[in-house]
């Protein structure tokens, strides 16, 4: 049993210092809506998960920062992929595409 803490001990310390290391994007005041949840002054990333029905998705920035719809990229997308959407404070979007919401 102690060989398994001794090997654990690393990977316990690796997440505590993450978890530790501030985030460097700002905070937006105001709200961001992903589908139908909404966060209030947004910082950093959020998932993007698309409904199984089918319908897009409703992105709406009611924030006082630009956000941006992150489309990973993979080996098997064409050449050249379509750039990641970017919304101004007050626009809204339906989207089918996107992995993530990056505000700032």
Request: proline residues 11%; charged residues 20%.
């Amino acid at each position: 049993m102690r060989r398994i803490k001794k090997l654990l001990t690393p990977l316990t310390a690796a997440t505590t210092r993450a978890r530790a290391a501030p985030d460097a994007t700002p905070s937006a005041s105001g709200f961001l809506t992903i589908g139908t949840t909404t966060y209030i002054d947004p910082r950093g990333s959020y998932p993007l998960d698309h409904r199984l029905n089918g319908y897009a998705t409703l992105i709406i920035n009611d924030t006082n920062h630009h956000i941006t719809i992150v489309t990973e990229r993979n080996h098997n997308d064409p050449p050249t992929p379509p750039p990641d959407q970017i919304l101004a404070p007050g626009q809204r979007t339906e989207t089918h595409r996107g992995d993530s919401v990056q505000v700032g």
